[in-house]
């Protein structure tokens, strides 16, 4: 069975960091692109960050460029996306995904996790 399990939401306040993490099982996806991606109430799924099958290219959203970090462990069939300066615009439902297409469009992604609620307080 294919699976995508994300951890490492919560409740943070404004400024603090926060590490999501998604683990695979069922399929290796160390051959596919991995993203993340959120969706706040009312709102569209938006790209975060992405990194490539090899990891040796990452892509990050403006919103969250300079101050997250993906990374991955093949060994490990997990994922990575590490939050900092949580702002309160960053709360939301964050997914990660895998897929082959163009990293950007949530369309693209074959495997898609249930989510984790990441919530940012002032």
């Known amino acids: 069975q294919v699976k995508l399990v994300e951890s490492g939401g919560g409740l943070v306040q404004a400024g603090e960091s926060l590490s999501l993490s998604c683990s695979a099982s069922?399929?290796?996806?160390?051959?596919?692109?991995r993203g993340w991606f959120r969706q706040a109430p009312g709102k569209e799924r938006e790209f975060v960050a992405a990194?490539?099958?090899?990891?040796?290219?990452?892509f990050y959203a403006d919103p969250v460029k300079g101050r997250s970090t993906i990374s991955s462990d093949n060994a490990k069939n997990t994922v990575y996306l590490q939050l900092n300066s949580l702002q309160l615009e960053d709360t939301a439902v964050y997914f990660c995904?895998?897929?082959?297409?163009?990293?950007?469009?949530?369309?693209?992604?074959?495997?898609w996790g249930q989510g984790t609620q990441v919530t940012v307080s002032s």
């Open positions: 995904a895998a897929g082959v297409g163009y990293y950007r469009s949530p369309n693209e992604y074959d495997y």
């Open positions: 069922g399929f290796s996806f160390s051959s596919l692109t």
């Open positions: 990194i490539t099958w090899s990891g040796g290219k990452t």
